[in-house]
């Protein structure tokens, strides 16, 4: 069956919470690693500190034995108990002894000795246990040689640790109370910077959070950091593109609720009124008119679902790279024209090299036929087609004999005119506005020329490098 | 087997087994003086003391009266002894006591030093100053003066010894009148005597000085300051020097007359230790507490165990007050090469054919 449905979960943790959590474990690591550092340099500044003080009094020691009449003397100084007494807490041990060990004088007769080593001479520091609790001796040798007495008297200094472990303990909390305020200022400063650095993200968020659904305008990116562009630059540009696409559907349902409402409604009247019409002649006559209407509103239809799918394909399809002379010479190939108007003269007017593009091949050959049959329906034979490069652009044209279309029709061609040119039921505006359209899918436009003795009307696209061009 | 050689069976067996009753049966320790029991409760603190009962009895009867469940068992004893049953009880060879009280502020030191004593920590003992405290292990519970008296009728009043310079001059001027008329501890017997004697040859150059006039004019060393006391009053001895100021003050005659020295006076202060291996560790503990007490510490300041520190009431700057500081270098004094030492001056000072 169904898994059990899955705990209600919280809310993901913040960026701001990540990041934090990020410092407090670093900023912990950083805490232990000094905290260990430092209670390491404690104890050794420590140990150093007090063996000072250890080898201090041992070598007072040494320095008060004098022999006399053969017998080591030890004028055991005060001096050195009050050095060892720097540590006031810790017991105390020491043994002056002569050769072969025997205790001179000493508080312990228990022999407490350096481990065996290469007598180096030099003072020896060891550990040992005193009376059960750890602690830490040095051992000096002074060595005689008089006319009575040969050998060395060994020295054994030692101290528990007390005084040692507090100076350590001390040096570390010296060391890490400050450390530790730093810590606290370091957390607070990096809480402020995420803050502040996480604010524009904030805002977006909040900003995206109280926005319509529906509203599909760029949101603004002034003064946001390039990282958050980047990324609303591509939200902006899908959203424009959704937008885009919206509003082509919208044209069409438009397009088509008002151009195909009266042409149909006009077929259902002449139907009407053919039902009506007793006399053959007449009915036969309207019969011809109905077809005749009928034709026409299939070619409406075609514009408009041509018209629909060059704006889908030119947000959509892939630019690939185009030969405008191969589109033109399609165009008179396939025909149409034939059908259209069977007696025109139609001409390729087209040179021997490549007029590359990038563009969709099939949104560019909608455009050249429309141009076409604009021509053929209101231009005057003979009429020509072709395509060349005019410096940065890449035109293909459409050229006839005559004088052009009206100057009301021109002026609108560059203004967003299809609707208002459709309204007519066979218009050319709706070709037009197919041309237009491919023309601002592409980076190009349409131009208007009044060559002599004629007209010609030109889709213009920015030209591919010649590279583009098929082997 | 006749029934006369019966007997004498019997009775060589009844002799072994006297033999080695006298030899198995715990016997009561040679060394101490004086037992007194205080008290009637079921707990029996054992507290070891060099301190005369008769002077401090009032604080340990008061302290009994206040622990209805303890007694206390008061041995007096003398310090070199105390000692040495004190190490041999660390050493597990003696019946440890619960509580050590001792003058002899170098043996106790020793005794802590070898780690002989329980630590203990509460706001009484903290609150003692450090010279009278050590690793909490330790504490100073008497401040008493080491004091020169005087036979106020042997001696003029221009003649009384404020310093220890004076008291040279005198022997120097009437040496007469002083032949062996001078008295004071004998080191080799008095543990304190000692600490005295350690503490005046690291205070001062006039402890070779003193020696030696003490030697001139014969002076006596001899035993137990109620002893030197009594003499003084008596009329045995026309002074003692470094006698115990706070016995003096207890037990003098009115014609003894106590001084202060005026160059330097030592202070001892009488130590306390709980041993390691004290049966009733917190009972002692308690004992302590009380004697640190304010009340307690009033009884001993009357019963003149704590030298007033009103320079107004007592003629002696504070600055002159030298308190023998619980702390290692005390070790020094039971160093073997420094006894030997200081023996040895002694020795050339006190012999019978010195001076």
Same mark, same amino acid.
């Given at each position: ?12 943790? $913040? ?12 900023? *912990? ?19 150093? $500190? ?86 830490? !001796?040095?051992?000096?040798? @002074? ?46 400063? $990096? ?46 540009? !899908?959203?424009? @593109? ?54 026409? *509103? ?72 429309? *141009? ?88 213009? *696209? ?10 | ?16 087994? +006297? ?124 401040? /008493? ?42 080191? /080799?017997?008095?543990? +304190? ?36 006391? /009594? ?22 005659? %009115? ?5 202060? %020295? ?12 709980? %041993? ?54 005390? +070790? ?24």
């Amino acid at each position: 069956m169904a898994d059990p449905a899955p705990p209600p979960s919280a809310l993901p943790p $913040s960026l701001a919470t990540r990041v934090l959590k990020a410092v407090l474990l670093i900023l *912990l690591a950083g805490a232990l690693l000094v905290a260990g550092a430092t209670l390491y340099n404690g104890r050794l500044a420590a140990r150093q $500190s007090y063996d000072r003080i250890l080898l201090g009094a041992a070598q007072d020691i040494a320095a008060s034995i004098r022999i006399q009449s053969g017998r080591p003397l030890v004028d055991m100084p005060v001096s050195a108990f009050e050095l060892l007494a720097q540590a006031p807490e810790d017991r105390i041990h020491y043994a002056v002894r002569g050769p072969g060990g025997t205790l001179i004088t000493g508080l312990d007769e228990r022999d407490i000795a350096p481990p065996a080593r290469g007598g180096g001479g030099g003072p020896e520091f060891f550990d040992d246990r005193l009376n059960g609790e750890p602690a830490r !001796f040095v051992r000096v040798t @002074r060595r005689f040689a008089e006319r009575d007495f040969s050998g060395g008297i060994s020295i054994t200094v030692g101290q528990t640790l007390r005084a040692r472990q507090a100076m350590a303990l001390g040096l570390t909390r010296d060391t890490l109370l400050p450390m530790l305020l730093a810590g606290l200022a370091l957390l607070a400063m $990096s809480w402020v910077v995420t803050r502040s650095a996480l604010r524009p993200l904030e805002a977006l968020s909040e900003d995206l959070a109280q926005r319509d659904p529906y509203d599909l305008t760029p949101v603004p990116t002034e003064g946001l950091p390039r990282e958050l562009t980047v990324m609303l630059g591509a939200m902006n540009r !899908f959203m424009g @593109r959704l937008d885009r696409q919206m509003e082509g559907m919208r044209h069409l349902i438009s397009d088509a609720a008002h151009q195909l409402r009266t042409p149909v409604a006009a077929i259902r009247v002449q139907a009407e009124a053919m039902q009506d019409q007793p006399d053959d002649t007449l009915r036969a006559r309207s019969l011809a008119r109905l077809l005749a209407r009928t034709r026409s *509103l299939g070619a409406l239809l075609d514009q408009l679902l041509s018209r629909a799918l060059v704006s889908h394909r030119g947000e959509s399809a892939p630019r690939a790279p185009l030969d405008l002379r191969e589109v033109a010479l399609e165009v008179v190939e396939r025909g149409d024209h034939e059908l259209l108007a069977p007696e025109a003269e139609l001409r390729l007017e087209i040179g021997e090299d490549p007029v590359m593009v990038r563009a969709d091949a099939f949104s560019v050959g909608e455009a050249a036929k429309n *141009l076409l049959v604009n021509a053929l329906k209101h231009g005057a034979p003979p009429i020509a087609i072709g395509a060349e490069r005019r410096g940065t652009e890449a035109a293909l044209w459409v050229r006839d004999a005559g004088p052009g279309p009206a100057p009301g029709i021109a002026a609108r061609l560059g203004q967003r005119f299809e609707r208002s040119a459709a309204s007519r039921e066979d218009s050319a505006g709706l070709g037009l506005a197919i041309v237009a359209s491919v023309a601002a899918a592409f980076g190009g436009r349409v131009a208007l020329e009044y060559p002599e003795g004629g007209f010609r009307i030109a889709l213009l *696209l920015p030209a591919a490098p010649q590279e583009d061009a098929p082997e | 087997m006749t029934l006369r050689q019966l007997c004498t069976w019997l009775s060589a067996l009844l002799c072994v087994l +006297l033999l080695a009753m006298m030899f198995t049966l715990p016997r009561p320790a040679a060394a101490q003086e004086r037992v007194e029991t205080f008290g009637a409760g079921a707990t029996r603190l054992i507290l070891r003391s060099t301190t005369d009962i008769d002077i401090i009895e009032p604080v340990i009867a008061r302290f009994a009266a206040l622990n209805p469940d303890l007694s206390v068992l008061y041995e007096q004893w003398g310090s070199n002894n105390l000692y040495n049953n004190s190490r041999a009880a660390c050493a597990g060879r003696a019946a440890p006591a619960d509580a050590v009280l001792s003058s002899g502020a170098h043996q106790m030191v020793a005794l802590v030093n070898a780690a002989c004593a329980h630590p203990y920590h509460s706001p009484a003992t903290a609150a003692l100053p450090d010279q009278r405290r050590w690793r909490d292990e330790l504490w100073g519970i008497t401040e /008493e003066p080491a004091v020169i008296i005087y036979n106020t009728e042997a001696l003029a009043a221009e003649d009384v010894p404020r310093t220890r310079f004076a008291l040279l001059d005198l022997m120097r001027k009437k040496p007469e009148l002083l032949r062996s008329r001078i008295a004071t501890y004998d080191i /080799e017997d008095s543990g +304190l005597g000692y600490l005295f004697a350690h503490a005046d040859s690291l205070e001062a150059t006039t402890f070779g000085a003193m020696l030696e006039a003490f030697s001139r004019v014969g002076a006596i060393a001899t035993c137990c300051s109620l002893t030197i006391i /009594e003499g003084v009053s008596e009329g045995r001895y026309h002074i003692a020097y470094n006698v115990l100021g706070s016995y003096a003050e207890a037990r003098a005659a %009115p014609n003894v007359g106590i001084i202060l %020295p005026e160059d330097y006076t030592l202070m001892m202060s009488r130590s306390l230790m709980i %041993p390691r291996n004290a049966p009733h560790a917190e009972a002692a503990q308690r004992l302590l507490d009380f004697l640190l007490s304010p009340e307690a510490q009033g009884q001993l300041a009357e019963l003149g165990l704590i030298a007033a520190t009103d320079p107004a009431e007592t003629s002696l700057l504070p600055s002159a007050r030298r308190l023998i500081p619980l702390s290692p270098p005390l +070790l020094l004094a039971l160093d073997r090469s420094t006894r030997e030492r200081l023996f040895r001056l002694w020795d050339e000072a006190f012999s019978p054919d010195a001076g």
